[in-house]
Nanobody
Framework: QVQPVEFGGGSVQAGESMSLSCAPS????????MGWFRQVPGKEREGVAT????????????WYADSVKRRFNISQAKVKDTMHLHIPRVVDEDSGVYFC????????????????????????WGPGTQVTVSS
């Protein structure tokens, strides 16, 4: 099965840290744009953060949604071929189902909008993992 898989998630108190991981299945992340997305009840699935590291020498490019900018950290362990999302101090608004996904070749800056609003099949989606923040 060609699908990334999320690890982590669960319940956490506000102010605590949480880390999510994502690993591919049936393929390798390699130089594909990859990212984290989030969905909450009553709202559309939104992009959270993306990362691309395909340049030689390494040139890692990241993007963050305004709501998580300067709070979340997306990273890639290229040797292990895994992707991570670290939240040092969670807040109530961080709750939701977090999905990881990889593009099929579309540049990151365009892929975010395409996969969330136009074509959900323009990438490989993980099954998602629930993050619940309690006060």
């Amino acid at each position: 099965q060609v699908q990334p898989v999320e690890f982590g998630g669960g319940s956490v108190q506000a102010g605590e840290s949480m880390s999510l991981s994502c690993a591919p299945s049936g393929y390798r992340f390699g130089s594909f744009c990859m990212g984290w997305f989030r969905q909450v009840p009553g709202k559309e699935r939104e992009g959270v953060a993306t990362i691309y590291a395909g340049a030689i020498p390494p040139n890692i490019m990241t993007w963050y949604a305004d709501s998580v900018k300067r709070r979340f950290n997306i990273s890639q362990a290229k040797v292990k071929d895994t992707m991570h999302l670290h939240i040092p101090r969670v807040v109530d608004e961080d709750s939701g189902v977090y999905f990881c996904a990889t593009s099929l070749g579309t540049p990151c800056e365009k892929w975010i909008g395409i996969i969330t609003r136009e074509d959900p099949a323009s990438g490989y989606w993980g099954p998602g993992t629930q993050v619940t923040v309690s006060s």
